[in-house]
């Protein structure tokens, strides 16, 4: 059982104020903030990050989207956490996400679902890694 998970508060959902909202719903459902940040992708880097995603028909679509503005990353820490987060995130398409979900509260579709949230623990460790030092890890 993985204690960290790592997700991204996306583009969209900065833009429209949500990202207080968010982190709020994330830290009272249990998890803690163990490092946070705020920043614009460039499209190399977005590419990067989702380099699994490559051969997928909408991988050019979302490399565009994910570097059209900023995203909050952050690193967070729970019993558990990789699974109880995709259970607080729901559904990759909002419009099946469970009720009370982050993504059913505040997604605007498939494509632009207002959070990350990492798949496993490996993933988890090599996303954390991407985006903070250990330095930045508290
Ligand atoms: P997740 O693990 O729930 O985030 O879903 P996936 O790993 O399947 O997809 C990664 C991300 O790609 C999703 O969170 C969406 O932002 C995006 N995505 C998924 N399906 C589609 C699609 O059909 N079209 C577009 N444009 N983006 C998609």
């Known amino acids: ?7 991204m508060v996306k583009p969209e959902a900065v833009e429209a104020g949500n990202a207080g909202a968010i982190l709020n719903k994330i830290e009272k459902s249990g998890f803690r903030i163990v490092a946070l940040k705020k920043v614009l992708l460039t499209k190399e880097r977005a590419g990067e990050f989702y ?5 997928r028909p909408f991988y050019a679509e979302l490399v565009d989207y994910m570097s059209s503005g900023p995203i909050i ?12 987060f995709r259970e607080l995130i729901g559904a990759t398409d909002p419009s099946v996400a469970a009720k009370g979900t982050i993504r059913a509260e505040f997604a ?14 490996d993933n988890a ?4 890694d991407f985006h903070f030092t250990n330095g930045e890890r508290f």
């Open 1 to 7: 059982m993985s204690n960290l998970t790592f997700t």
């Open 51 to 55: 380099e699994v995603h490559k051969e």
């Open 73 to 84: 990353a952050a690193l967070l820490e729970k019993d558990n956490a990789v699974l109880d």
């Open 108 to 121: 605007e579709s498939k494509a632009k679902n207002a959070v990350h949230g990492s798949d496993s623990d």
């Open 125 to 128: 460790n090599i996303e954390a």
